[in-house]
């Protein structure tokens, strides 16, 4: 995949992360994005890396939606504990 399919995919799967944690960001709608994103990215690498999944060129493939998502879910609680409840 290219730079621009991670990064679209990096959008949707921190969407994604945001409706299956939904609550208020300490960063919004911007902050939101980036960490989704990041995650895709850091999932891809995890996934590739520790958990022998090498991910495919394939955009519509399954596991690397998995990854892209459990990234951006995991990003999202850690920047939620780091600096949550800065919007109250």
């Known amino acids: 995949m290219t730079i621009i399919s991670w990064?679209?995919?990096g959008l949707?799967?921190?969407a994604?992360?945001?409706i299956l944690l939904p609550g208020r960001d300490p960063g919004g709608f911007i902050?939101?994005?980036?960490i989704g994103v990041a995650g895709a990215f850091i999932g891809g690498w995890i996934s590739a890396r520790?958990?022998?999944r090498p991910i495919t060129q394939d955009f519509y493939d399954g596991?690397?939606?998995a990854a892209a998502i459990g990234g951006s879910?995991?990003?999202l609680i850690l920047?939620?504990?780091?600096f949550g409840h800065s919007r109250d």
């Open 50 to 52: 520790w958990l022998d």
């Open 16 to 18: 994604i992360a945001k």
């Open 7 to 9: 990064i679209i995919l």
């Open 63 to 65: 596991a690397t939606w």
């Open 73 to 75: 879910l995991v990003l």
């Open 31 to 34: 902050g939101t994005t980036v």
């Open 12 to 14: 949707l799967a921190g």
């Open 79 to 82: 920047y939620r504990i780091l």
